[in-house]
T-cell receptor, first 111, second 113 residues
Framework: RKEVEQDPGPFNVPEGATVAFNCTYSNSASQSFFWYRQDCRKEPKLLMSVYSSGNEDGRFTAQLNRASQYISLLIRDSKLSDSATYLCVVNRKKSWGKLQFGAGTQVVVTP | EAQVTQNPRYLITVTGKKLTVTCSQNMNHEYMSWYRQDPGLGLRQIYY???????DKGDVPEGYKVSRKEKRNFPLILESPSPNQTSLYFC????????????FGSGTRLTVV
């Protein structure tokens, strides 16, 4: 079983709609969680960190559920520019340098 | 401008010819890391470094070497490249690696023939 798993999608979303997707992680020792976005084989860019209490950044909301070992990302009022692959990243204490990436969830926002 | 700089962006080489991909960051970050990305496999970590002279293996270190003699630089060395090392490579750095995300370089597309 992969340490970090994501639904590959694609999630086809009409412009203006809301889309949400999850990422599950297998190691209960995981401490830090992040969402990155990656456009078509360009470098991943940090979208947001995910905090225990959940956090919001504009149209993006991230949640962490430690009991069920998943994090989620919700995008409200989707824009065409939100089309990308969203990568879930997990980090473990005592091994802060060793990141585990999910394979990514593709989101396609259509006019 | 705060950034991670990788060179070269594109490289075609022949099997067995040693090569080095350079990575430099100007943010005084402690952590640096190398990844390769292949279709269907996502990003896989090759090596990472927590500080000068401190490095450790990631998930796919075979066939690669790294060094961290200065805080800003973290070169990736392929002593004897093989075609299965054809991939898109990313270098990344982070302030502390704990709750800070990583900043990625623009990538190096390597083809080994």
């Amino acid at each position: 079983r992969k340490e970090v798993e994501q639904d590959p999608g694609p999630f086809n979303v009409p412009e203006g709609a809301t889309v949400a997707f999850n990422c599950t992680y297998s190691n209960s020792a995981s401490q830090s969680f992040f969402w990155y976005r990656q456009d078509c084989r360009k470098e991943p860019k940090l979208l947001m960190s995910v905090y225990s209490s959940g956090n919001e950044d504009g149209r993006f909301t991230a949640q962490l559920n430690r009991a069920s070992q998943y994090i989620s990302l919700l995008i409200r009022d989707s824009k065409l520019s939100d089309s990308a692959t969203y990568l879930c990243v997990v980090n473990r204490k005592k091994s802060w340098g060793k990141l585990q990436f999910g394979a990514g969830t593709q989101v396609v926002v259509t006019p | 401008e705060a950034q991670v700089t990788q060179n070269p962006r594109y490289l075609i080489t022949v099997t067995g010819k040693k090569l080095t991909v350079t990575c430099s960051q100007n943010m005084n970050h402690e952590y640096m890391s190398w990844y390769r990305q292949d279709p269907g496999l996502g990003l896989r970590q090759i090596y990472y470094s927590m500080n000068v002279e401190v490095t450790d293996k990631g998930d796919v270190p075979e066939g690669y070497k790294v060094s961290r003699k200065e805080k800003r630089n973290f070169p990736l060395i392929l002593e004897s490249p093989s075609p299965n090392q054809t991939s898109l490579y990313f270098c990344a750095s982070s302030l502390t690696g704990q709750n800070y995300g990583y900043t990625f370089g623009s990538g190096t597309r390597l083809t080994v023939v």
